[in-house]
């Protein structure tokens, strides 16, 4: 699984998608760059969430809010004192670590022994294994999956209560460095995930700001203004795709887990009383957005939140299968009243909406839809990406991605070099560029070129070739199907159109 996600974090890169930041100077940990083809997919991404949610929503609009924000609204919000992990370090190797993280790995060590009883049983059993009845029976596959709940639970307990008794789970259970293999730890205390900066130019009159850890404080300090210019009735919801900052402690999984990530979150503002239900609808339809896309309904599944945070009175994840595992994607919240009634106490104004219909007023309640956009392009780079075995014996490597999400549309080959096909090609370029983002290409074998645009996931690729001149037809390859077709060079447009269009 290690092996998908190296192969994913190449191929990211070999074409154009993902580069490590500031890779001249060795890079930065868990920031990323996108490339010329991943800055496309990551737009396509946006539209296709920004017009299912925006344009297709008579009762949602979208905003832009500013990165900076009122430093006020981080303490009302509850991230100045509970947005924490919690840190541990290894006096030794110096090296850092999420205290739960450490625990929960170790705890998942018991499942993998007890999956490894479920393969020998297979074995030993053959055809007539019943995997149900064994693993409900099975004394040792029983034992490793209560040693393991036994950790999670004493785990949880003491995050809530009491950070020296995480420390003592560590110690107990003799946890070490996983790389030097050192015991040797510090106490285990609270790490703010939040970036802080300055604004204003001398230290004395600067004021301590920080770096949104989440867009949708942006929403809600402005849903009163976009009510009442926008004459919004409730129930009502607002959009924003925007940036967003997480000084996490444990990095890794490429852009799973970044400290500059991007996020698509909708604050949908309902009267008190019909939250569950809007959360409810609000689950349906963000899995249905998801599974319109084609990568396998058998790759997403709902995680209810049994533990709710302190602002949430239903919580559930999307999570995705991705090389390491089903993690999640997007998180669906009922917020209650939580955040606005929070804003309302520390800036000393009124944030109420009047309800002509109950001719009262009162803090509206919140369903949030909350999702990373980088990990929705990893979902689709790692559920994508395939090496296919071919019927001639050869194989080709080839990103199937949505076409409407695709980098490019289109690319465009004249056969060869010379006899007008460039000139042709160029201009069969010129009439669809207004509508497809398209590529010309007129280096290497046609074979190969085909092998490159099948890597980034171009849907269609159109040769110019000598029967062009006479006939004004070209061929057009399908991605896969890498069938070729012959065509009218006028009907082109709406071939492509009708493939690639949301
Ligand atoms: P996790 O438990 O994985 O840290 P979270 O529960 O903290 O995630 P939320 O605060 O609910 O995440 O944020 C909403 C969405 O933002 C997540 O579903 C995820 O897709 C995305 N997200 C959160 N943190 C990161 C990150 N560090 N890098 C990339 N995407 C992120």
Redesign the pocket.
């Known amino acids: 699984q290690e092996d998908v996600l190296k192969r994913v974090v190449a191929h990211a890169k070999e074409y154009g998608f993902v580069f490590p930041s500031s890779e001249v100077y060795d890079g930065l940990s868990a920031i990323y760059d996108y490339g010329q083809n991943g800055a496309e997919l990551k737009n396509n991404i946006k539209q296709y969430w920004w017009k299912s949610m925006v344009q297709l929503n008579e009762n949602i609009v979208g905003i832009d809010s500013a990165i900076f924000m009122h430093p006020t609204i981080w303490k009302a919000s509850g991230h100045v004192d509970a947005f924490n992990d919690p840190l541990i370090d290894n006096k030794d190797s110096k090296k850092r670590f999420r205290a739960d993280v450490l625990v929960e790995d170790f705890a998942e060590k018991f499942e993998d022994k007890a999956k490894k009883e479920i393969e020998k049983a297979k074995k030993r059993f053959g055809e007539a294994f019943d995997l149900e009845k064994f693993e409900t029976t099975d004394a040792k596959v029983l034992e490793y999956r209560k040693k393991k709940a036994d950790i999670l639970k004493k785990l949880a307990k003491s995050l809530e209560t009491n950070l020296a008794d995480t420390k003592a789970l560590i110690e107990e259970l003799g946890i070490s460095d996983p790389e030097t293999g050192s015991k040797n730890w510090t106490e285990v205390r609270q790490f703010n995930l939040m970036f802080g900066t300055k604004l204003g130019s001398t230290t004395d009159s600067a004021t301590d700001l920080y770096l949104r850890p ?1 867009t949708a404080q942006g929403i809600f300090v402005n849903y009163l203004n976009v009510q009442k210019t926008g004459r919004k009735k409730l129930p009502f919801g607002i959009a924003q795709i925007g940036k ?1 900052f ?1 000084n ?1 402690i444990v990095a890794r999984q490429f ?5 500059e ?1 991007e ?1 698509m979150e909708m604050q949908f503002f309902v009267p008190p009383g019909t939250e569950l239900s809007h959360f409810e609808e609000w689950k349906e339809k963000r899995l249905n957005w998801h599974l319109a896309l084609g990568l396998g309904k058998d790759n997403y599944r709902f995680h209810d939140h049994e533990k709710l945070a302190h602002y949430a009175n239903a919580a559930t ?1 999307i999570e995705f299968k991705f090389p390491f595992g089903f ?5 669906i919240h009922s917020r209650t009243n939580f955040d606005l009634s929070a804003h309302e106490k520390y800036s000393g104004k009124k944030l109420q909406y009047f309800d002509p219909e109950q001719n009262k007023s009162y803090v509206p309640y919140v369903v949030e839809t ?3 956009l ?2 929705m392009f990893l979902a689709l780079l790692s559920n994508c990406l395939k090496d296919e075995e071919l019927e001639d014996g050869t194989s080709r490597v080839v990103l199937s991605l949505p076409p409407a999400l695709a980098p490019i549309k289109v690319a465009i080959f004249p056969l060869i070099k010379k006899d007008g096909l460039p000139e042709y090609a160029e201009k069969i370029f010129n009439d669809l560029k207004y509508d497809f983002n398209v590529m010309y290409e007129d280096k290497d074998a046609i074979g190969k070129r085909y092998r490159r645009q099948d890597a980034i996931g171009t849907p269609f690729c159109v040769t110019v070739d000598h029967d062009t001149l006479s006939n004004h037809t070209v061929t057009i390859r399908d991605r896969d199907t890498m069938k070729q077709e012959r065509v009218s060079v006028d009907s082109l447009n709406k071939i492509i159109n009708d493939k690639v269009n949301f």
């Open positions: 989440e967003a997480r996490e852009i799973f887990r970044m400290r990530f996020q994840d993690k999640e994607l997007e998180g909350s999702i990373g980088d990990r």
